[in-house]
């Protein structure tokens, strides 16, 4: 955006450290996802707020995947969210994983037994939750809460060792069973699981709690500005405890609201759903609030990331309007798009007086919003040709400023014709327009002395390729389906992909993957990747206007 627009809090505060010399006036955030399922727009929010701060300010952000729980994680994920990052148009200074400091947070975790601020508890989970009160009663210790020092160390080590079934006993925090906050209640720090992990192996069967590895990688790391969502703020004073018990880098914890968006779900679990229940393709269909998803539809990360900076940052939930996205999209789409001709609800257009057999080539500029041209592309006209259904009716209204009998309209880039007579088929459905031709009326050289209303757009019957075109639209049909009753997936929009059969000009066959282009009067559009050299597949990015209604 250019306009100049006020800091945030967030920059408010990163502005007041650097004058005042906290850190030595250094930047350095992170971006810390859990690699259990592929990045959504909701992360994109997070990603240009962490990298787009250190890069204000002249610092430097980490990507630090949080891989504690290596049941639900895979480096797919992992090499998804990389590839996510580096598409949006950042780079990290350092690749780490919290399971670079496996050896660092057990240490740490046996520091806080040696000061009697840990301890090795048996109890059921059941058991853990009852004893820890509710918000408005304290909790009660149990006797596993007065175990000796030593004790606890080797029960640390043996459950390091791999001496217990998962469940088994668990680490927790010895901080307060009265505290109003109930992430103070002594909380888990390790708990025991015999499973995989995809960068350690079979080293470990503890695994640290996300309480109690991340505030600590974060000190590790030195991170100046550790910004999560409101979520968490519950977690801050936890997130503090441990930094100064352990006497660790004192870093420090921003909240901000997380990104909620009209008509799609930005819960992982709930976006996992959708995927295994073969609601949608993959993660990377279309219509999800993926990262890949998004990318495969064809939005350019420029507009994610004008989009990320149009919503801002605030201290409050709210729920940001699908349309706005769509808008910046369309609005980046607008000034770098090529223009070509395809016809996706077609009728055969038949010019009665164009010869027979004869083929003409004419020229059209690229992008006419790009100040001093990007180039122009030629393509055939012939005697038969294809337009939209759409733009004839066989009685039309006043004002229809397209075809009916008598009436006139400018063939995009061509010529002026006139329409004469329709043909029907036995249903009654209009099969052909038959027309005729203005010779002097051709575009650049008109000498007809005719001005029609109308301008649609065409193919070349005898020269056009055919193409998949996949119609995409909004994912669900209500507003926030996660706050409504029954099941989300109820709410899912029936319509949210429409496939047609399509026709193209000839100069869509050397179309790029990735690169979009603006169907004229349809739409933008960008090459699937199931296209072949065989099947064009386009996916519709975005219409030209909103023109979204609830059916």
């Known amino acids: ?40 727009i909701g992360h994109a929010k997070s990603i240009c707020l962490n990298f787009g701060l250190a890069q204000k300010y002249n610092g430097k952000t980490n990507l630090r995947f949080d891989d504690t729980n290596p049941v639900k994680e895979d480096v797919e994920y992992v090499d998804s ?45 059941e058991e853990i939750a009852a004893q820890k009160g509710t918000p408005t009663e304290p909790g009660t210790p149990n006797q596993y809460r007065s175990r000796t020092v030593e004790e606890n160390l080797q029960l640390f080590a043996d459950m390091k060792a791999g001496k217990y079934p998962d469940g088994a ?53 030195q991170i100046t500005h550790s910004i999560c969502t409101l979520e968490f703020i519950p977690h801050r004073d936890l997130y503090n405890w441990f930094i100064e018990k352990l006497n660790l880098f004192d870093s ?93 609800d077609p009728i055969k257009l038949v010019i009665t ?49 397209r075809l009916g009998v008598g009436l006139m309209v400018r063939l995009k880039n061509a010529y002026i014709v006139k329409c004469d007579s329709f043909v029907k088929d036995a249903e009654g459905n209009v099969t052909e327009v038959h027309c005729s031709y203005i010779p002097e009326s051709k575009s650049g050289n008109d000498t007809s002395g005719l001005s029609p209303k109308g301008t649609i757009h065409w193919v070349s019957a005898a020269h056009a390729k055919t193409a998949e075109v996949r119609l995409y639209d909004r994912l669900f049909r209500v507003e926030d389906p996660s706050n409504e009753e029954g099941d989300f997936k109820e709410y899912l929009n029936p319509d949210s992909l429409q496939i047609i059969n399509a026709y193209v000009e000839p100069a869509l066959a050397d179309a790029q993957m990735g690169t979009a282009v603006q169907f004229m009067r349809k739409g933008y559009f960008t090459l699937d990747k199931h296209s072949t050299a065989n099947k064009l597949v386009f996916n519709r990015t975005v219409t030209l206007k909103d023109g979204w209604k609830v059916k």
């Not at 888990?188 to 991340?214: N, Q």
């Open 81 to 125: 969210i990389k590839e996510d990052v580096k598409w949006l148009g950042f780079e990290w200074a350092e690749e780490l994983y919290a399971s670079d400091y496996f050896d660092k947070l057990y240490e740490l975790a046996v520091t806080l037994i040696k000061a009697g601020l840990a301890y090795v508890d048996d109890s059921t989970a």
């Open 353 to 401: 007086n164009y010869p027979e057999g004869q083929t003409e080539m004419f020229s059209g500029e690229n992008n006419p919003e790009v100040e001093g041209g990007d180039g122009s592309r030629e393509f055939p006209f012939s005697k038969e040709i294809w337009i939209e259904r759409e733009d004839f009716m066989e009685e039309p209204p006043k004002k229809f400023f």
């Open 252 to 344: 420090h914890q921003y909240e901000f609201a997380r990104l909620n968006m009209t008509y799609t779900v930005m819960s992982k679990r709930k976006l996992l759903q959708l995927v295994d229940d073969n609601h949608v393709e993959d993660w990377d269909d279309p219509r999800m609030p993926t990262i890949s998803g998004m990318r495969r539809r064809g939005y350019p990360a420029a507009a994610i990331r004008e989009f990320c900076e149009r919503i801002g940052v605030a201290k409050r939930e709210n729920m940001i309007d699908l349309s706005l996205l769509e808008f910046c999209v369309r609005e980046n789409l607008n000034k770098s798009t090529w223009r070509r001709m395809a016809v996706l």
């Open 1 to 40: 955006m250019s306009e100049e627009r006020s800091l945030n809090f967030l920059e408010e505060i990163v502005e007041e450290d650097i004058a005042s010399g906290k850190h030595g006036g250094r930047v350095l955030t992170r971006f810390p996802p859990e690699p259990n399922g592929y990045l959504h």
């Open 169 to 221: 006993k668990v680490l927790r925090a010895k901080v307060d069973l009265a505290a109003p906050n109930m992430h103070l209640r002594d909380p888990l720090m390790y708990r025991i699981k015999h499973a995989h992990h995809h960068r350690t192996g079979d080293a470990w069967c503890i695994y640290p709690m996300y309480d109690f590895a991340h505030g600590q990688s974060d000190a590790i790391e």
